[in-house]
C-alpha cells in the first residue's frame, strides 16, 4: 500500500510530484494515465467542453501532467470539440524532459474512425513531432490518404481502432508512458480493455446538472477495477487526486 499524503497545491513542487512517480510499464504495452477535470455532481464537462470546470490550479497540474508521458492520446472528438492545438512545454519542463532522457515535448496520438480532423489546421501544421493518427485499418480510402499526407498513421482493427494492438506496437517503439485526455468514450474503451494503471482527477468545486457525461462512459467492467489514493492536492476549492490501480 502506498502512503497518501495530501497538501496544498502552492505548498509543493507539482511538476516534481508528477513526473518522479514510480511508473513501471507492463512488457506489453505502456503505463496509462488517464487525465481529466470533473465537477463535484460528476460532469465532465459544461457545454460540451471540459475547459469551463477549471482554474489555476488545474492549469497548473495539467501543464505538470502533460510534461510526464512519451505520448498524448486523445480522440477525434475531442480534438474537434476543445480545439487541440500542438502540445507546448515551458522552457523548464522541456529541460526536465531531456535530463530524464525524454523527447522535449510528448508525441500526440489521435484516436479517430472518421478522420474527421482539420488536416490544414496548426495542429497538423506546426505539431514537432507530427502526430500519430490511430484508426481502423477500413478507414475510407480518401481520408487515408489525406492523413498521410500530415501525419503517421497506424492502421489497426475493424469498425474500431484496437487499442490494445496499438498500445501494444507504441510499447514496442519504446513508448512507456501515455497520458490519456479524453474523451469519456475513449477512456472507457481504455476500461473495457483493463489497462488504465493510474487515474489523475481534477475535482473542481462546481454543480453542472444537465446530462453532461461522465469522465468515461461505457466499458463498464465485470467486476469495478479497485484504485488506490497516492495523493491529493487541494487549491481553491479544488481537489487533484491521484489514483493508482491496486494489484489483483
Given amino acids: 500500500m502506498q502512503q497518501v499524503f495530501s497538501t496544498y497545491v502552492n505548498d509543493i513542487d507539482v511538476e516534481a510530484l508528477y513526473a518522479n512517480a514510480d511508473r513501471e510499464p ?29 482554474g489555476s490550479g488545474d492549469r497548473r497540474v495539467f501543464r505538470a501532467l502533460r510534461a510526464v508521458p512519451d505520448l498524448v492520446l486523445v480522440a477525434g472528438g475531442t480534438v474537434r470539440a476543445e480545439r487541440y492545438g500542438p502540445v507546448r512545454l515551458s522552457d523548464a519542463a522541456r529541460a526536465a524532459r531531456r535530463d530524464r532522457g525524454l523527447d522535449e515535448v510528448p508525441r500526440l496520438a489521435i484516436v479517430s474512425a472518421s478522420l474527421d480532423l482539420d488536416w490544414d489546421g496548426p495542429l497538423f ?23 498521410k499526407g500530415r501525419a503517421e498513421v497506424l492502421a489497426v482493427g475493424q469498425g474500431r481502432a484496437d487499442l490494445t494492438e496499438a498500445l501494444a506496437g507504441l510499447r514496442r517503439r519504446g513508448v512507456r508512458t501515455v497520458l490519456c485526455e479524453g474523451g469519456p468514450s475513449l477512456n472507457g474503451a481504455l476500461l473495457a480493455d483493463d489497462v488504465i494503471d493510474e487515474v489523475a482527477l481534477s475535482l473542481a468545486p462546481a454543480l453542472v446538472g444537465g446530462d453532461d457525461i461522465r469522465i468515461i462512459r461505457g466499458g463498464a467492467p465485470a467486476v469495478p477495477r479497485v484504485m488506490d489514493l497516492a495523493h491529493a492536492l487541494v487549491d481553491e476549492g479544488y481537489l487533484f487526486l491521484r489514483y493508482v490501480r491496486r494489484p489483483r
Fill in 26 to 54: 507492463p512488457a506489453d504495452r505502456p503505463w496509462i494515465i488517464v487525465g481529466m477535470i470533473g465537477s463535484a455532481d460528476g460532469a465532465a464537462a459544461t457545454d460540451g467542453r471540459s475547459g469551463g470546470l477549471g
Fill in 125 to 147: 501544421a506546426t505539431s514537432d513531432p507530427p502526430p500519430l493518427i490511430i484508426t481502423p485499418s477500413d478507414a475510407a480510402d480518401d481520408a487515408v490518404v489525406r492523413a
